[in-house]
């Protein structure tokens, strides 16, 4: 009897390895990435991101541990527009030839949206400016779907053995997100104008997706931290452009909005950058938890 018992358990650990050997390996650059390839390869894959909603994706080192990751990855989904110039190209030198840039399991989510921002000239005076433009795209859910649809494309080349598999998938979450979407924007019309200040220009496409008035940014150049000059003179702007609120990712240093707060009583909040928190562990809920903070 023990015998037998020893003969299943091990029979249920090599179809466990196989059945995981058998998924394509996603390697993500962030989590909203990771979580969008979920919704499209759901059970056909196994996703990593490198990062974290309390990281900054600008600086992260390219650790051992990365490394291992990205030589086993069959597609790789990263934001782009100089977002993870620092340590990507790093990674990609002991990458295989798959994920390569130009490859076919190489996508830059900032290539298939209208980018934002972009500078007529950059120099260095005018701090962390991506040239490009602003590379945190998925704030706007317009264009998570055209992020998706890349993604099932790819995923349709990359294991076409799964092909209605994930036609599937992605017919309903196309459906299910373009329903959000107008439950969202009906939601948030009253948002509309709204006066805010924000530390650092990760929020712009939310900016202008629901058509919020930012006032000011608490660092006087991108990257730049903020400055008590700059903080002063953001409290003269304040006195002739009232502000109902200051917004700051979960890796932004909190003392300068803290600081604000004290001197205007102008309510400082954490927005959900991203989709590895605990009450935010999907793209859904991101734009939910969002929306419900800002209506508060």
């Known amino acids: ?112 949206v209208d980018l934002i921002e972009i500078p007529d000239h950059v120099d260095r005076s005018m701090g962390d400016i991506h040239p490009e433009g602003n590379p945190h795209i998925h704030l706007n859910p317009h264009n998570i779907l055209l992020v998706a649809q890349e993604i099932h494309k790819r995923l349709l080349i990359i294991d076409p053995d799964n092909t209605s598999y994930y036609n599937n998938k992605f017919e309903m979450f196309n459906t299910k997100w373009q329903e959000a979407i107008i439950r969202w924007e009906n939601n948030a019309a009253e948002l509309k104008g709204k006066p805010i200040l924000v530390h650092h220009k990760s929020f712009s496409y939310l900016v202008e997706w629901l058509e919020l008035n930012q006032i000011g940014s608490l660092e006087p150049r991108p990257g730049m931290p903020p400055t008590t000059s700059h903080l002063n ?47 935010v562990d999907n793209l859904f809920k991101l734009f939910d938890r969002t929306i419900f903070i800002l209506k508060q």
């Open 1 to 112: 009897m023990k015998i037998i018992f020893i003969f299943l358990v091990t029979q249920i650990i090599w179809i466990s390895n196989s059945l995981a050997a058998s998924k394509l390996n996603i390697f993500a650059c962030e989590p909203e990435w990771s979580s969008l390839a979920k919704e499209i390869g759901g059970d056909k894959i196994k996703t990593f991101s490198a990062t974290h909603s309390k990281q900054d994706p600008h600086h992260i080192r390219a650790r051992p541990s990365l490394i291992s990751k990205i030589r086993r990855a069959d597609l790789l989904i990263c934001s782009g527009a100089g977002l993870e110039v620092g340590w990507l190209p790093i990674l990609l030198q002991k990458a295989s030839d798959k994920v390569q840039t130009n490859g076919i399991g190489h996508i830059i989510a900032s290539n298939f």
């Open 233 to 279: 003179g953001l409290l003269k702007t304040i006195e002739s452009n009232p502000v109902d609120l200051i917004i700051r990712t979960p890796y932004d240093p909190r003392k300068a909005s803290d600081w604000l707060t004290e001197k205007t009583n102008i309510p400082n909040v954490i927005l959900p950058y991203t989709t590895d928190e605990e009450d």
